[in-house]
């Protein structure tokens, strides 16, 4: 497959690295040129540090420039594509802009797939767009979380979005369908529920933020890859939970517009481990900190894979 990937920033540059390692013919194109000149870099840094995992899928590191080019142009990026992928900044203006360039230049046969987190997209695209246009979006980094969302909109033609389901799929990606567009969609909605939550336990003084993190890893996260959370509620049982419901036993806290915890570490520059100090201080280089935890995300991956899970995702 031909695929276009338009805007190579933080996910547009991982995202390619993905499909270039899928097997697959990638164009990558950014109107900024420095970050455009950047991405290939990157990409080989990120694949040097799979292929020494043994997660490079048998793409050698040397082997990238064949797979991937970078265009400046968006109809040189374009031009032939089975598949266009949108990942350029978050703002609306500008993404209706490049919607209204594709609407001439989206090659007849291409989906196109946006990446956006949180943008009702459909609203802003051509109507001649919509029965190719739908959205793909992916965590970051790209290749090392699988889970891809998938969602339509009403005018999209039958087996596009199946088709890019299946791409994902032989590619060991795990590709979710959602009926229709929420912002957030399922994995973001619940990370920001848990966000809120836990900073209110910390700004209300229940606990600090390593005892949250304790409770976190080796209470909630070490279930959730083998049950998730609806097949949990299954082997809970389901009485317990109505219990719970119906007594409101468990009230949410109101979402909040600002954290006082969090106010408090900005001010001070500890903006996390970008800046050496956070709610933890990690006091070391940054680069260091992600490398370790990217093998040890590698290494859980792996475990995964051969505990299976009974998440509904069992291979
Ligand atoms: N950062 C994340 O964790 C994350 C995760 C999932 C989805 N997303 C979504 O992915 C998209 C990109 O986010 P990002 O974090 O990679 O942002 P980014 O700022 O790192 O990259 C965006 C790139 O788009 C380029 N750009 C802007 N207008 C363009 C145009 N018309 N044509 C080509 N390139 C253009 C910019 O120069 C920039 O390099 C956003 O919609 C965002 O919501 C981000």
């Known amino acids: ?94 993404k209706r802009a490049l919607y209204a360039q594709l609407e001439a230049l989206l090659p007849p046969g291409a989906t196109l797939a946006s990446n956006t987190s949180y943008l009702d997209v459909f609203p802003l ?92 890893v080796h209470g909630i996260a070490l279930r959730m890859p083998i049950v998730g959370v609806m097949a949990k509620a299954d082997f809970t049982g389901l009485p317990l939970l109505q219990h719970t419901f119906r007594n409101r036993m468990y009230t949410p806290p109101e979402p909040f517009e600002a954290s006082p915890s969090m106010d408090a570490l900005i001010a001070e520059g500890a903006t996390g481990v970008m800046s050496g100090r956070g709610y933890y201080d990690w006091g070391d280089d940054p680069a260091r900190l992600f490398e370790e935890r990217d093998r040890r995300l590698i290494a859980l991956k792996k475990a995964l894979r051969e505990i299976g899970t009974m998440a509904g995702y069992a291979r």
């Not at 999209?156 to 389901?165: F, Y």
């Not at 567009?181 to 920001?192: C, K, L, S, V, W």
């Open 125 to 216: 695209m051509p109507a001649a767009l919509l029965p190719r246009a739908m959205i793909a979006h992916w965590y970051t980094p790209p290749y090392l979380v699988d889970l891809v969302d998938l969602v339509p909109n009403e005018a999209l033609e039958a087996g596009r979005l199946e088709a890019v389901r299946d791409a994902l799929l032989a590619m060991d990606q795990k590709p979710v369908v959602m009926r229709r567009f929420i912002p957030g969609y399922i994995a973001n909605r619940i990370q920001a529920t848990v966000q809120n939550e836990v900073q209110w336990l910390i700004d209300n003084g229940y606990a600090d933020a390593r005892t949250v993190d304790e409770a976190v």
């Open 1 to 94: 497959m031909k695929v276009a990937v338009v805007g190579a920033g933080l996910m547009g540059h991982g995202i390619a690295l993905v499909w270039a390692m899928g097997g697959h013919t990638v164009r990558l194109t950014d109107t900024h040129a420095p970050t455009l000149e950047r991405a290939p870099r990157l990409m080989e840094t990120a694949l040097a540090t799979l292929a020494a995992h043994g997660e490079n899928k048998g793409m050698e590191p040397g082997a990238l420039a064949q797979r991937v080019t970078c265009q400046a142009g968006l109809a040189e990026c374009v031009e032939g594509a089975d598949l266009v992928i949108e990942a350029i900044i978050e703002q609306p203006d500008a």
